[in-house]
C-alpha cells in the first residue's frame, strides 16, 4: 500500500486555495490512496474553511505566523505520522501545474530518487523579469556547487520526498527551507533528481521575494551558513588560508627588502602587519578543527533523531493496526 500526501503551506490563501485544491488529485497509477494537508501559518482569513469546503484530509495550525520553513517541516511530521510513504510539495498559489504531480513522484515509485524537485521553465515564465531569471540561475549554480548536485532549480518549492529521506532532513533557516533541504540533502549523500514541470498564470505576487537585494542577501547567507553548518573545516580552511597567504607573501617581502635592499631599515609596520594576518589565519584554521568537532556530533545527535523518530513511526503504525482490529 503506497500513500502519498500532498502537503500546502498556507498563509492568508482564501483566494487562491480552492483553485490549487480543485486540480489535485485524489487518485494516481501506482499509488494506492491520496491525502491532502494544508499547514495553516497562522491565517487570518477564511483558508481553514475553504481548505475543509474542498476535502482536506489533514490540517496542521499555527495560532501565530512562523514563516514558511516552520510550516514545512511542520507538514513533513503531520505527513509521516499520518503514514505517508511519499510526500509533495506544492505552493497555494497554484503556481504549479498539479498535472504534472505523476512526472514528479515517478523517480520515487521506481527507487531512482530520494527527492525529486520540478524544474520550472524559468526563461520562458513571462511574469519574471529578467534580473530575477539572471538571479534564480545564478543562486542555482551555487547551491549545485555547495550541495554537489545538479539540480536546475533550486528555488523551487514543488518538491517530492521519500518516506525515509523526509525522516533525514531538519531545516534551521526561519526564512526558506528550499536551498537549506537540497544542500543538506546533497551533503548527506541523498540521490536528488529534477524533472521539467510546467508553471500556471500568476494570481498574486511573491511573499518571499519582497525585493531582489533583500531575496539575494538572504538566499547568499541560507547557503554560507549551511555549508559552514555540513562543511566547517573546509569553510574555515579556505577562509583562513586567505589572510594567512597575505601575511606570508608580507613577510616574505620584508625579509626580501630587509636582507637585499636597507638591512637598517626595521619596516615595523609591515612586519607587524605580517604576523597579524598570520595570527588571523591561525585562528580561523583553529576555529574549522573546533567546528568540525561540533559538527560530528551534531551528527551523532541527527542519527539518534532519526532513530527515534523511525520508532515512534513504527510504535504508531503498529498501534493503528491493532486498533483496526
Known amino acids: 500500500m503506497t500513500k502519498l500526501i500532498i502537503q500546502i503551506p498556507c498563509y492568508n490563501e ?3 486555495l480552492g483553485m490549487t485544491l480543485s486540480a489535485l488529485p485524489r487518485q494516481l497509477p501506482g499509488v494506492d490512496t491520496i491525502e491532502w494537508l494544508i499547514i495553516n501559518d497562522g491565517s487570518r482569513d477564511r483558508t481553514v474553511e475553504v481548505a475543509k469546503e474542498f476535502g482536506v484530509d489533514h490540517i496542521v495550525n499555527f495560532s501565530t505566523n512562523q514563516g514558511l520553513a516552520k510550516g514545512f517541516m511542520a507538514g513533513l511530521e503531520a505527513s509521516l505520522r499520518a503514514g505517508a510513504d511519499i510526500i509533495v510539495n506544492t505552493d497555494a498559489d497554484n503556481q504549479y501545474c498539479a498535472d504534472d504531480i505523476p512526472k514528479l513522484i515517478q523517480p520515487i515509485l521506481l527507487g531512482q530518487a530520494d527527492i525529486v524537485i520540478g524544474a520550472r521553465p524559468i526563461w520562458n515564465t513571462q511574469h519574471f523579469s529578467v534580473t530575477k531569471k539572471l538571479l534564480q540561475n545564478f543562486g542555482s549554480w551555487m547551491v549545485r556547487l555547495a ?12 518538491r517530492a520526498f521519500s518516506r525515509e529521506a523526509a525522516m533525514q532532513l531538519n531545516v534551521f533557516n526561519n526564512y526558506t527551507y528550499t536551498l537549506e533541504t537540497i544542500i543538506q540533502a546533497g551533503q548527506k549523500g541523498m540521490v536528488i533528481t529534477s524533472v521539467p514541470i510546467r508553471t500556471n498564470p500568476m494570481l498574486r505576487k511573491s511573499r518571499l521575494v519582497k525585493s531582489i537585494p533583500s531575496y539575494v542577501f538572504r538566499s547568499a547567507m541560507t547557503i554560507l551558513r549551511i555549508f ?11 577562509l583562513g588560508s586567505i589572510p594567512f597567504t597575505l601575511g606570508t607573501l608580507l613577510g616574505m617581502r620584508w625579509l626580501l627588502l630587509f636582507w637585499l635592499v636597507d638591512p637598517t631599515r626595521s619596516r615595523a609596520p609591515s612586519l607587524i602587519l605580517a604576523a597579524i594576518l598570520i595570527l588571523i589565519g591561525f585562528q580561523l ?3 574549522g578543527l573546533v567546528a568540525d568537532l561540533m559538527a560530528a556530533n551534531r551528527r551523532l545527535l ?9 520508532m515512534e513511526l513504527q510504535r504508531q503504525t503498529r498501534d493503528e493496526s491493532h486498533s483496526r482490529r
Not at 147 to 158: E, N
Not at 302 to 310: A, D, F
Open 285 to 287: 584554521w583553529m576555529f
Open 302 to 310: 541527527e542519527e539518534n533523531r532519526l532513530r527515534l523518530r523511525r
Open 228 to 238: 559552514m553548518l555540513y562543511r566547517p573545516l573546509r569553510f574555515f580552511t579556505l
Open 14 to 16: 482564501e483566494r487562491t
Open 147 to 158: 550541495s554537489k548536485t545538479s539540480v536546475p532549480d533550486a528555488p523551487s518549492g514543488f
